[in-house]
């Protein structure tokens, strides 16, 4: 319903509803999940008291990125005798593709 408003408008329309808004500002936010980061820069955050509770708005530009695995990275690590700074980069660049890291690593 709101996603598609200005955050500048919507912090109006609160304060006319008599709800404490206030704007934090962020230079980068991050919400973890079990599969991926969504992280999202440019971030215009505002809270909301609503009802003894802060509820938080956040918008700005979005990306994700996959979360690698300790057990992936150790994995690689072992197979290929690479440091682990290589082989994040490796599985990153790759998309976390476990076989396919550990054939390009094995052959530089």
């Known amino acids: 319903m709101l996603g598609n408003m200005n955050p500048k408008k919507i912090q109006e329309m609160m304060k006319k509803l008599n709800m404490n808004v ?7 936010v991050i919400i973890k999940t079990k599969r991926k ?3 999202i820069s440019k971030p215009e955050v505002m809270i909301a008291d609503m009802m003894g ?5 956040i918008s700005g530009e979005i990306s994700e990125a996959d979360i690698i695995s300790d057990k992936d990275v150790e994995m690689v690590m072992e197979k290929t005798g690479k ?8 599985l990153e660049e790759l998309d976390n593709d476990l076989a ?7 052959k530089k």
């Open 22 to 28: 206030q704007e934090l500002e962020a230079e980068e």
């Open 37 to 39: 980061n969504i992280i």
């Open 53 to 57: 509770k802060e509820v938080y708005q």
């Open 83 to 90: 440091d682990r700074d290589t082989v994040v980069r490796k």
């Open 100 to 106: 396919r890291a550990i054939m390009e690593l094995k």
